[in-house]
C-alpha cells in the first residue's frame, strides 16, 4: 500500500445508512403483503358464505318445508347458518278477496369468525305458496 492513496469501497455510515433504507422498505412490503393476504382470506370466506346462504334460500320448498318458523345448524368449516321464514300478511294488497298465493320471508343468516372478529351475511328472499284450503263448507 502506498500511503497517500485513498482506498475505495464503502464507509461504515453509508453500509449502516443503506441496511437501515432496506429494513425499513422490507417492513413496508411485508406489511402489504400480510393485508393483502388477509385481504384475500376474507374474500374467500365472504364468498363461501354468500354461496352457503344463496344455497340455503335454493333448497327452502324442496329439502326445507315452506312454513313458518326456523332451522338452523353449521358446516364443517366454521360457518353457522340459520334460515328464518315468516308468512306476510298479503290482506292489504288483495282487500275484496282470498289472495291467490302465501308469501313467505325467507332470511337466511350466516355466521363465521374472521381473525377473531365476528362476521355476518344475510340474504333475503321471497317465497310463494298456494294457498291453504279453505276449510269452510
Avoid: C
Wanted: proline share 4%; glycine share 8%.
Amino acid at each position: 500500500m502506498h500511503p497517500g492513496r485513498s482506498q475505495g469501497g464503502f464507509s461504515l455510515l453509508e453500509v449502516l445508512v443503506a441496511f437501515a433504507i432496506l429494513a425499513l422498505s422490507l417492513g413496508v412490503l411485508l406489511g402489504i403483503f400480510a393485508r393483502a393476504t388477509s385481504a384475500t382470506i376474507a374474500s374467500a370466506q365472504y364468498s363461501q358464505a354468500a354461496t352457503l346462504a344463496e344455497s340455503l334460500l335454493n333448497r327452502v320448498g324442496y329439502e326445507i318445508t315452506l312454513e313458518e318458523g326456523s332451522v338452523s345448524g353449521d358446516t364443517e368449516n366454521g360457518f353457522s347458518w340459520e334460515l328464518t321464514l315468516v308468512e306476510m300478511d298479503l290482506a292489504d294488497e288483495f282487500p275484496t278477496s282470498t289472495p291467490p298465493v302465501r308469501a313467505y320471508r325467507v332470511n337466511a343468516i350466516v355466521l363465521w369468525f374472521d381473525a377473531g372478529r365476528p362476521r355476518r351475511l344475510m340474504l333475503s328472499t321471497l317465497k310463494l305458496a298456494e294457498p291453504l284450503a279453505n276449510t269452510a263448507s
